[in-house]
């Protein structure tokens, strides 16, 4: 298995809900990141998880959560967002931060906040 | 602070018409150098990685070169199927794993 799945594809929301985004992988990869994209722009890095710790936290506001239940899994908790986080939510993997084979991501979540 | 310039910014090409990518880099210790292809709506897709100055690798067209400033991705004889957004991004030689990512090359390649 050499892919990282994510769930859902397509998400819209109101800016009251909760919700989740999930991310999956089975390549014993020991780094996971999050990385929002908007539209026209590059990825741009909100977390790091380095052997299911959090090592890097990009001054991402409070109302997005990430977590890290175990080594294949990593989810983000989504509570009262605003229309502007609308995006595509990119997760991705490595074989650890400090080796450089390079990511592999998944499909995204598209996000939508109305 | 480490900085990734692509340009150009887009690309328009005939079918079987040859050009390049660049990517001007800015970075304190260079880890690696990376190539990633995205179609609209999707996840990047990884291409290749360099890891120091004078080292090329090729798949099918395309061709990544690295220099101590600058990559470039050629791009032989394109078909209208290589359409895509092409981003370059480099990774330091700390361990935090962060990719800096530059602002991409949109690709149209025309029948």
Known sequence: DTEVTQTPKHLVMGMTNKKSLKCEQHMGH???????????????????????KLSINESVPSRFSPECPNSSLLNLHLHALQPEDSALYLCASSQGPGQVYGYTFGSGTRLTVV | EDQVTQSPEALRLQEGESSSLNCSYTVSGLRGLFWYRQDPGKGPEFLFTLYSAGEEKEKERLKATLTKKESFLHITAPKPEDSATYLCAVQDTGNTGKLIFGQGTTLQVKP
């Open chain 1, 30 to 52: 020991r780094a996971m990141y999050w990385y929002k994209q908007k539209a026209k722009k590059p990825p741009e890095l909100m977390f790091v998880y380095s052997y299911e």
